[in-house]
């Protein structure tokens, strides 16, 4: 993993709000595929490094 | 019992990932547990560097970090009484673990050092994520009516995980981390023979006889709200194995064999002795005829707040189950109407395994990508990204938890501890917190004038006893008083 990975922010937009505070429909739709978006990049990343080798460094001695 | 005690503790495994040609790779057992324990120790450390108070072990909070077997380093909250205080806890420690790691970072050696929060390694290891509360004499007599829900209960606290291929080459989903590292259904042992009751005699108090029951069964959540239900579950049912409302009978016919079923399948059916009939029932099943049981009593009994918050989210829960599809041995998530991924360990990750596999991720991938999920490191934490990214439940805000990382709670003997070490802190005196319930403050001994038990020209003694026995007695004047006396002569 690389550590100058830096989180990166999700793009925040303006979301146009409705009178009763919630918002509307299609950008809540947007909003989550933006999400879901940075997730699969995210995962991605996770998914190039991902090996044996990252495996084999994980084991641990037992523990209670 | 109203008012109970309780608390938890996380065995964290610390990981050191490095680019493949400076790998080291540690031949032997005793190899690589120096290396694991140089690691924790230098962790625990870390943890007195950050501006914290500490004695010894024991934190300003009232919680305690220390390296336990194996290399782990570990860290046991204080004593909480509401679930919120015990989940805001709880996450305390796994910001101040990760911040220690974070400070032990040397570019040259520890810049790839991870500290993960899960109970298994790829090589059949585990370590533990353990659950103690405060019992009456009376809910101990009565435990193992408590085995059904304990069984069954991983269906909504489960941390899942992608198995390791068996040898019929069998490659899916587990619900439970743990499930497989227990054998029978009681033994004093935490390691090697574990039992789904851990019966070691040693007790944290003995108050009113009432008895500590160490729970080593359960995953360490990553999720707030799982990790809260998990705990607030099982205080509804304290409350009613004391009243005696678990009193007919209910028995699994195999509740070690069971546990490793329902892991492997949410839906697998689990033989069972009630109302002197032999019954197949699912997880599902039982943990429907336990909330009944909870709901029938609390009908009777108005539930505190708290308790009806738990008991409305048992149910909320469990009604989502009933919508849940899932293929584990294929990993799928075929269904989640009541968006369950946002709340439960196990279906969130399954959902994020599923969504990988069905996009060409082979199976050591898969497997990378399940212990990516429990990284503490909000760079790198797959359950951490997908907090930021607000795919999860909050149940606590970060100023409560960055409050719960400072200060104990204010209803418990923790208080009393934490204070303690707190205006100890910094002070010319020495301070043993033995255990969970004795607390000693010396005169430090290089002072020439306190090395005698009784000084004579200030006409004092050098050291003093606090004792906790009370776990609810959170303060107490006196003894803060003296102590203040003690470190103003000594200190």
């Not at chain 2, 944290?204 to 579950?233: E, P």
């Not at chain 2, 009630?274 to 599902?284: K, N």
Request: charged share 30%.
């Amino acid at each position: 993993m690389p550590e100058s990975r830096q989180i990166k922010k999700s793009k925040k937009k303006n979301v146009r709000k409705k009178e009763n505070g919630q918002a509307a429909p299609e950008q809540l739709s947007r909003e989550k595929k933006e999400k879901l978006e940075d997730l699969d990049n995210y995962i991605e990343d996770v998914l190039e490094e991902a090996g044996e080798d990252f495996l084999d460094q994980f084991k641990q001695i037992e523990g209670q | 019992m109203r008012q109970r005690i309780f608390g938890t503790e996380c065995e964290y495994a610390p990981v050191v990932h490095r680019p493949p040609e400076c790998v080291q790779a540690q031949e032997c057992r005793e190899d690589l547990l120096a290396h694991q324990k140089n690691i924790a120790v230098r962790i625990v450390a870390a943890a007195r560097g950050l501006s914290l108070a500490v004695a010894g072990e024991y934190l300003g909070n009232g919680g305690r970090l220390y390296v336990d077997r194996g290399g782990h380093p570990e860290y046991a909250t204080p004593e909480c009484r509401s679930v919120e205080d015990l989940v805001a806890y709880e996450l305390a420690g796994d910001r101040l673990v990760q911040e220690s790691t974070e400070t032990i970072a040397d570019p040259q050696e520890m810049l790839h050092l991870h500290v993960y929060k899960n109970n298994v390694d790829c090589f059949g290891h585990t370590y533990g994520g353990h659950e103690n509360y405060l019992v009456s004499s009376r809910g101990m007599e009565k435990i193992s009516r408590l085995i059904p829900f304990l069984v069954t209960r991983q269906i909504y606290a489960g941390a899942g995980k992608a198995m390791t291929r068996d040898q019929d080459g069998m490659f899916g989903f587990q619900i439970s981390q743990r499930a497989d590292f227990f054998d029978c259904t009681y033994s004093d042992r935490t390691s090697e023979v574990r039992g789904i009751i851990n019966i070691r005699k040693r007790e944290i108090t003995r108050m009113d006889q009432a008895r500590r029951l160490h729970l080593i069964i359960g995953d360490s959540n990553m999720a707030q709200f799982t990790l809260g239900l998990k705990i607030g579950t099982l205080v509804l049912m304290l409350r009613l194995l004391e009243e005696g409302e678990l009193d007919e009978e209910f028995e699994l016919v195999s509740p070690a064999a069971a546990l490793k079923a329902v892991s492997r399948d949410l839906h697998a059916g689990v033989a069972a002795q009630r109302h002197g009939r032999r019954t197949v029932y699912t997880a599902l099943d039982i943990q429907t005829i336990c909330l009944e049981k909870a709901l029938r009593f609390y009908a009777a009994h108005p539930p505190g707040p708290e308790e009806a918050q738990w008991l409305d989210r048992w149910v909320q829960v469990l009604e989502g189950m009933k919508h849940l599809k899932v293929r584990q041995s294929e990993m799928v998530l075929e269904k989640d109407d009541n968006d369950l991924k946002r709340k439960i360990d196990w279906i969130l990750k399954l959902w994020l395994l599923d969504r990988s596999r069905s996009k060409g991720a082979d199976e050591v991938q898969l497997k990378s990508l399940d212990l990516k999920y429990h990284d503490l490191n909000p760079a790198s934490g797959l359950y951490e990204r997908c907090l930021v990214l607000d795919l999860v439940d909050r149940l606590i805000p970060e100023k409560d938890i960055a409050k719960a990382r400072r200060e104990p709670p204010d209803n418990t003997r923790a208080r009393l501890r934490g204070m303690v070490v707190q205006q100890t802190f910094g002070r010319n005196v020495a301070v043993e917190v033995e255990n969970w319930e004795r607390i000693k403050v010396r005169a430090r001994s290089n002072d020439p004038q306190a090395r005698h038990c009784f000084n004579r020209v200030k006409c004092a003694v050098n050291s003093m006893g606090i004792c906790l026995d009370d776990p609810f007695r959170a303060d107490d004047p006196q003894v803060m008083a003296e102590l203040r006396e003690f470190i103003q002569r000594w200190g």
